[in-house]
Every structure is written in C-alpha cells, then in structure tokens.
C-alpha cells in the first residue's frame, strides 16, 4: 500500500482550500457588484460564474478553472491581484489567497488600517500592564501611546518628540538613564532598518533617517554600518534618580490585527530588585517625587 508523502499531502490540503476559499469568494460577489447585466431577468445561482470572474480579471476561462480547481499551475502575483480585484477581497483575504496559491503573501499596507481600529484595547492593554513600563509604535517608531510607568521610568513625556529612535538619540533625560546606551545603540538602530526592509518603498522611514541624521553624528556613524537585526528582546538598564538602578527586558510584540502596530512591553530581569522599585515608584508616594525627577 502506497501512503502520500507528508509534503505531497499538504499541497493536496492547500489546493483543496484554494478550491474551496475562491468558490465562496465567488458566491459573495453579485453581477451587480461586478458592473455586469443582470441577465434579462432570467434566474441563476448567486454569485459569479467562473467564466465571468476570468473575463473581468483578464485570465483565459480554462486557466481560471484549473485554478479554482486546485490543480497544480503556476499563477503569478499580478493575475492574482486580478482575480482578488474581482473578488472583492479585502487586505487579509489577499494575503490568505496568497499563500492558498503557493506565493509569499504581499506586505501589508500601513494605509489599509483604520487608525482606530483596537487602539483604544491596546490602551487598555499597556495602562494593564502597570505599575512597568509599556507603550506601543507605529512602523516608523512614532510612540502611539505609553503608560505612567514609562513615563515615570524612561522619561517619556509630551513636549519630547513621539519617537523612539530620536528620543533613543537625542533626549537628554533618556540618556541620562540609559546605563546600557553604548551597548545597544548599535542593535536598536539594526532593529530599525530591519523594520523598514519590511518596507523597502515606504518614504516614512527615510524621512526618520534624515531627521535623525541631521541631529545626531552617532546615529551617522551606526546607520552607515549598514546592520540588520529583527526586532524582539532587548535588555535595558536603567538609572533612576530616585529608585536607583532598573533592569528590564524589552519585548516587541506584533498584533496580527493592526500588524502596523507594535507594542512594547518591560518585564524585570530576575535575580533583581527592579519590581519592587517600580512598585513603590508607581505608587502615590513615587509619583509625588516622580514630578521632580524628571530632569534628571
């Protein structure tokens, strides 16, 4: 007896679900919708037909079928896109056909996302994660929002300019407290071309490198290295003037949902008194002397 390798049977799987995804996407989508006739009134099932979606997408009739057959073709990205267009799928739905069809799925589109959309839970999420410190960015590193730890303890506050890598450079206070600045200056600025190869045609982070190199010679000097690390878990200490010294690992955690979001969470490093310090910092008598710690 004769069993199917395992490659060979999820390709089999993966074609199946390609057939059954496009036939549902099919069935969604109206004449109507489409912009074609409704037929004279003569009764048909719901949806496009095949023949119908390979016209509007400019693709033979025959290799559509093979498509929405499962059967082993080459497709390309662009007849894909052409047949997403007439499917009317949205952003997630593209990528998922992508992958159906056996292609790496195209980045996402930071433009696509409502602004909106699950901020206001991953507000909730960061001011949860108190008394240590949390915030979330956007692609470029614009700071989203932050929670009163991380103001109290990375000194993060509204007259600052609401970036970490130019704050990373140029805010005083953060320098300040940054006792572990030398050692990762170099991998916080990998991690941020590595986020722009994500990506490569997006002007928004040459704007950041321009700003940011018309301030601050080190990050010069560290941009033109020219490394690159996926972002991830970075340990910082820090140097509080009133809770002395912190040890936090910093984790970027990506939501599926809003992938142009990412946010930042601190957990203290064992073996150290940093949880109780935040602790007592976040309390009402730290932030009391938190109000004049500021500066330093």
């Known amino acids: 007896m004769t069993t199917a390798s395992p490659a060979r049977s999820a390709g089999a799987r993966r074609r199946q679900e390609l057939r059954d995804f496009l036939m549902s996407r099919r069935a969604r989508v109206s004449p109507a919708d489409a912009g074609l006739p409704d037929g004279g009134g003569r009764r048909r099932t719901p949806g496009l037909r095949r023949e119908e979606v390979a016209v509007l997408a400019g693709v033979g009739a025959s290799w559509y079928q093979w498509l929405e057959q499962g059967r082993d073709i080459t497709v390309s990205p662009q007849v894909l896109d052409s047949v997403a267009r007439v499917l009317r799928l949205d952003e997630m739905e593209r990528r998922h056909l992508y992958v159906l069809a056996g292609l790496n799925p195209p980045l996402p589109q930071t433009a696509e996302y409502d602004p909106e959309y699950l901020c206001a839970g991953l507000h909730r999420l960061i001011d949860a994660w108190m008394p240590l410190p949390s915030h979330i960015m956007d692609p470029y590193w614009n700071i989203v929002g932050y929670n009163e730890s991380a103001a109290l303890v990375m000194g993060f506050r509204p007259e600052t300019r609401q970036n970490c890598l130019i704050t ?26 590595a986020a722009w190869s994500e ?33 991830g878990q970075l340990v910082k200490e820090m140097q509080h003037p009133l809770v002395g010294t912190l040890a936090f690992e910093s984790t970027h955690l990506r939501v599926p949902a809003r992938p142009d979001l990412t946010i930042v969470m601190h957990n203290p490093v064992g073996d150290t008194d940093t949880a109780a310090k935040v602790e007592w910092l976040t309390s009402p008598e730290g932030r009391r002397g938190g109000m004049y710690s500021v500066a330093g």
């Not at 490569?200 to 690159?228: H, K, N, Q, Y």
């Open 199 to 231: 990506r490569p045609d997006d002007e928004g982070f040459g704007l950041i490198v321009e700003e940011l190199s018309g301030e601050s010679e080190e990050f010069t000097d560290l941009w033109a290295r020219g490394d690159v690390v996926p972002g």
């Open 168 to 193: 990373f450079f140029t805010d005083p206070v953060y320098r300040s407290r940054a006792r572990n600045w030398e050692a990762n200056a170099g991998r916080v600025v990998a991690q941020f071309r």
